[in-house]
């Protein structure tokens, strides 16, 4: 009885078809907005890592547009899901964090990319893989600096106002133009520190809100005549090409003689023809592909018990007007 008993579950076994046994592993790739064409690149980073890595699946959802509580509702529901892992780039690093205890108390590894917690929240995360963001402002700054040795005006457009990665661009370009380092998150602001001032109504904080952005520019351009260096801590108004073209080409005499220069975050196809085209002097350039590809691999190494590095960075892309046509990494 016990062989006929046997026999009938080896075949009943059998008959399940191929993959019910097994479940693969849902990794959550979450961007702070999907109409980005910078987080585009990172889901096609997790979708290679996905061709690459059997047993698992690069979910990637995010809000339709940068919204950060959108986004805060979508790591609320991968949590009640109970998704195998969270890779999330947090718009509003506080208001995430505390919504990541619920994800570290149900046991699901969460990482961080292209924007981390907050230092005093990093026991939220495992790690963060992206850029070293501070590293971003700074050599935006020094790009600057090298193009107006005197100093002069200074506009810095950012994200939002509560995003960590952006705030840490700011405090490397005010820290590097000023000379010294600034206790402050997100620096001190410019008041005259080695010939730098800020321009009135500046930083700019789009929400990567790109039609936004693109309008900013176009007021403080004009309102700023005597503007010596536009800085833009991501590629917003070039996500828009053909309005930043528009917009460019109206103050075209300032710009192609450097009395206003355009230095801008970001190294997409886009932006590569726009500096190639002197419509921007120098473009400081992520990696988003490999943020994407690395962060599916970094949790399937902690779904399987393996400790990983903190953090892991991903690299720049120093872009200008001499080596736009060899400066980006293969």
């Known amino acids: 009885m016990q062989n006929k008993l046997f026999l009938f ?4 076994i059998l008959l399940i078809p191929c993959g019910a046994m097994a479940r693969d592993l849902v990794f959550a790739l979450v961007p702070k907005a999907m109409n980005n064409p910078f987080f585009d690149m990172a889901k096609d980073g997790c979708k290679q890592a996905e061709s690459e890595l059997t047993g698992f699946e690069c979910l990637y959802i995010g809000p339709g547009e940068h919204t950060e509580q959108e986004q805060i509702q979508i790591v609320q529901d991968l949590i009640t899901r109970r998704v ?5 780039s947090p718009s509003n690093a506080p208001a995430m964090a ?4 619920r994800a570290k108390a149900a046991g699901i590894p969460v990482i961080t990319w292209d924007s981390d917690l907050l230092d005093k929240d990093k026991d939220m995360r495992s790690t963060y893989v992206g850029t070293r963001n501070y590293d971003i402002g700074k050599n935006l700054a020094e790009i600057t600096m090298a193009l ?5 005006t200074i506009c810095i457009q950012s994200g939002g106002a509560s995003a960590s990665n952006h705030n840490e661009r700011i405090q490397g370009i005010r820290d590097t133009l000023a000379g010294f380092e600034n206790s402050t998150f997100s620096g001190d602001r410019l008041t005259g520190q080695n010939g730098w001032i800020e321009a009135t109504g500046c930083p700019l904080y789009t929400n990567d809100d790109f039609p936004l952005s693109v309008q900013q520019m176009a007021d403080i351009l004009v309102k700023h ?11 917003f108004p070039q996500f828009v090409e053909k309005a930043y073209r528009r917009i460019s080409l109206k103050h075209e005499d300032r ?6 220069v355009l230095v801008i975050a970001d ?13 921007s002097h120098a473009q400081v350039g992520q990696r988003p592909f490999e943020m994407g590809y690395k962060a599916m691999f970094v949790l399937k190494d902690l779904v399987d018990g393996k400790t990983v590095e903190d953090p892991i960075y991903t690299g720049l892309d120093i872009c200008t007007e001499a080596n736009f046509d060899s400066c980006l990494a293969d």
């Open 9 to 12: 579950v080896v075949v009943m």
């Open 267 to 279: 190294t997409l196809p886009m932006q590569m023809e726009i500096l190639k085209d002197g419509l």
């Open 148 to 152: 107006k040795p005197n100093g002069g």
């Open 225 to 235: 005549r005597d503007l010596s260096a536009f800085v833009a801590t991501g590629g």
């Open 98 to 101: 505390k919504v990541l205890k």
């Open 255 to 260: 710009i192609r003689s450097k009395t206003t």
């Open 84 to 88: 195998d892992g969270i890779a999330v």
